[in-house]
């Protein structure tokens, strides 16, 4: 699947519903596999004011259908946006899960980070396992993939697309956050005082509501049974 | 200490000669604006506990914050300012090499992962 995501800062006076509405009717307007457009919710950091996000089954069929897309979220109430495209989970099959869960998740959260140049393959390695390991921890996040970037746009040159579906937004911000694999593992690769640091751009944290599954290339993960509470 | 407190470790490792000039530097530069930020020094330990010469000492220095709450409060007041990252780099000829970890009491792990 190739996947769009635009996080779009809107200007202060501008009509957020109207412009929602603009990019909601080019995106029906299209053959997209799936379409998210959302206003971000509180509490994202540097994660814009609009979230899209579409699928396309190739690159080549969203070059085909883009110009809708292009022209409504360029619009004059538009200031800035953080853009990436990326075909989901690449590299690698195992990027991507989705937990076994009877009641459905309904916040999206989408990271858009930089990796710097300098990062040795071994270090990208390290970093990108313990990214994955996150889900492991935390029973919160229902779905989660881990991509690398085909074109990006924005404040930076994004590397990485870390998405994941979290039950409700409580558990993102609570359990997400206070998880000691967060703070006490990954968080070195993106604190400016540790050695390992690779992400050194300010990233994009951003979140919305969602209706309907949104990671959906994956399969369900071989979690162990602890792992599935 | 409670069940909650997280502990940041630095662990640096200097050249020779040169701990005693780090340890000033990082005590009157870098200590005021983390305890700005919310950290509390906890103690700073130096081995082999003498002034060798040609020989390294290796510096830990253990701060503390209560819960991951008080811990994301001070990351994210350093996390955009460049003044931390720059002092790191400053005093960098001085070191071998240096870690940050982060540890809490192996009673309270459990709790900390319960959340």
Redesign the interface.
């Known amino acids: 699947m190739y996947k769009v995501t635009r996080l779009l800062h809107l200007d202060d006076t501008a009509d957020r519903a109207a412009v929602l509405r603009t990019i909601t009717a080019a995106a029906d307007s299209i053959p997209a596999r799936y379409t998210l457009v959302a206003p971000t919710l509180p509490g994202a950091r540097n994660g814009g004011d609009l979230l899209v996000h579409l699928q396309f089954e190739s690159e080549s069929e969203w070059s085909r259908w883009r110009a809708p897309i292009d022209a409504a979220t360029s619009g004059s109430s538009v200031h800035h946006v953080d853009a990436a495209e990326y075909r989901g989970g690449s590299p690698g099959q195992d990027r991507a899960g989705r937990r076994n869960s009877s009641s459905p998740a309904s916040v999206y959260r989408t990271l858009l980070l930089r990796v710097d140049d300098s990062a040795s393959p071994a270090e990208l390695g390290r970093f990108e396992h313990a990214m994955l390991q996150m889900p492991v ?1 935390l029973p919160g996040i229902r779905a989660w993939q881990l991509s690398r970037v085909a074109h990006a746009s924005g404040t930076s040159a994004w590397t990485h697309v870390w998405e994941q579906e979290f039950a409700d937004l409580d558990t993102l911000l ?2 997400y ?5 967060h ?3 990954v ?2 690769w ?6 390992e640091q690779l992400v050194k751009d ?1 990233v994009c944290h951003s979140f919305c509501a969602m209706s309907a599954p949104v990671i959906t290339d994956t399969t369900p993960a071989a979690l162990s049974a602890a792992e599935e509470r | 200490m409670s069940d909650s407190t ?1 502990y940041i470790i630095d662990r640096i490792v200097l050249k020779p000669g040169h701990a005693r000039a780090f340890i000033d530097a990082y005590l009157s530069e870098y200590a005021p604006g983390a305890r700005e930020r919310g950290l509390t020094l906890d103690r700073v330990l130096v081995s082999p506990p003498a002034w060798i010469d040609a020989e390294s000492n290796v510096v830990t220095a253990t701060w503390t914050v209560e819960g ?2 008080q ?2 409060a001070a ?1 994210v007041k ?3 300012d ?1 003044v ?2 720059q002092w ?1 780099q400053s005093v960098s000829p001085m070191i071998v ?8 009491a192996a009673e309270a ?1 459990e709790g ?2 319960h ?1």
């Open positions: 921890h609570g359990p956050m206070n998880h000691p694999v703070w006490g593992h968080d070195r993106f604190d400016p005082e540790c050695p300010r | 997280i991951p709450q811990w994301w990351a350093g996390r955009h460049p931390y990252a790191w090499e240096r870690s940050r970890s982060m540890a809490a792990v900390l992962c959340v």
